[in-house]
């Protein structure tokens, strides 16, 4: 299995959908040589959200370079059945993936699926997905992570729903230590440090790196805010 002593810190995740497709790599570097250890990468099929992204060639395109400064490709599945998609994302060099709750009818099978192909396993849920549904999967000890959507998912710049905050904390309650809580949606310089508090300790942003002049200011500043420690 995937070595993920990674996802036992704090991290700023910058997640490539916000990124300049025409020189991915160059972004991808630009974070990688400011710190940048954890990668975000959303992927999505039309279905069970509108929007499509990438596919295992993006991963495979970048996986040399993200492992080779000491990454970890992190993967995103806002697929329907994504169970079907495991094999391909592992071989194309994801380190982590992670499956929505909402999106398969077997989702301890998915995870089960994701850990025997050497990955590291994720469950994520949407904002009215009830955060039991995780610690249930927790306690079955298939479970490397849980990412709480703070936004709809699908679309990049939207704002955080306010109640994730409340959302994090409980599922920090409910989780064991070694599990890491990742948020993804309208993370920015305001919302960061909340979100930490609230017991995230990866934290995915988008538009709040790529969109910036220079990324790789902006996710050391992100950092900084989140963790001013």
């Not at 990668?39 to 993200?66: E, K, R, Y």
């Not at 400064?69 to 071989?91: C, K, N």
């Not at 306690?139 to 959507?149: Q, R």
């Not at 704002?159 to 230590?177: E, G, V």
Request: net charge negative; with cysteine; hydrophobic share 50%.
């Amino acid at each position: 299995m995937t070595d993920g002593r990674l996802l036992s810190g704090r991290h700023v995740a910058p997640s490539i959908l916000a990124a300049d497709f025409s020189r991915l790599g160059a972004q991808v570097q630009e974070v990688l040589a400011a710190g940048a250890r954890v990668i975000h990468v959303d992927v999505m099929d039309g279905h069970f959200v509108p929007p499509i992204s990438f596919g295992p060639v993006a991963v495979s395109a970048l996986a040399q370079q993200i492992h080779e400064a000491g990454g970890y490709i992190d993967v995103h599945l806002m697929v329907s059945q994504p169970e079907r998609q495991v094999t391909e994302f592992a071989a194309a060099g994801a380190d982590g993936i992670t499956v929505h709750a909402e999106a398969t009818a077997h989702l301890h099978y998915a995870l089960q699926a994701v850990r025997e192909a050497g990955c590291r396993a994720g469950v994520a849920i949407c904002p009215a997905t009830p955060v039991e549904v995780v610690a249930d999967v927790a306690a079955a000890g298939v479970l490397d992570l849980a990412l709480c959507m703070s936004v709809n998912p699908g679309w990049g710049n939207q704002k955080l729903i306010p109640h994730s905050y409340t959302r994090l904390a409980r599922l920090r309650q409910l989780l064991a230590p070694e599990i890491a809580l990742e948020v993804d949606g309208g993370v920015h310089a305001q919302t960061a440090p909340a979100v930490a508090r609230a017991g995230a300790n990866l934290l995915v942003a988008g538009s709040a790196v790529f969109s910036a002049a220079d990324p790789g200011a902006a996710f050391r500043e992100l950092t900084a805010l989140a963790w001013p420690d």
